[in-house]
């Protein structure tokens, strides 16, 4: 962040933080997509379905 910060000419660490680090709704699904693919792999759960946390 600080590199980044420096580099656009920010002040303040939060400013960078504040504009380019807020998690999207679909970048969050993904992350959380990924990691529990990840820990479905680990603990021998892959070829269970996924579980929706969407409220439908």
């Known amino acids: ?3 980044a910060g ?3 000419g920010h ?3 939060r400013l960078t933080l504040a504009v380019y680090a807020q998690a999207t709704s ?3 699904r993904a ?3 990924s990691v529990g693919d990840r820990f479905a792999t ?3 759960f ?3 379905d996924r579980i ?3 409220a439908g």
Do not use: F, I, Y
């Open 31 to 33: 992350a959380a997509d």
């Open 42 to 44: 680990v603990m021998g």
């Open 46 to 48: 892959q070829n269970l």
């Open 52 to 54: 929706s946390t969407e």
């Open 1 to 3: 962040m600080k590199t």
């Open 26 to 28: 679909d970048a969050d």
């Open 11 to 13: 002040s303040d660490p």
């Open 6 to 8: 420096t580099r656009l």
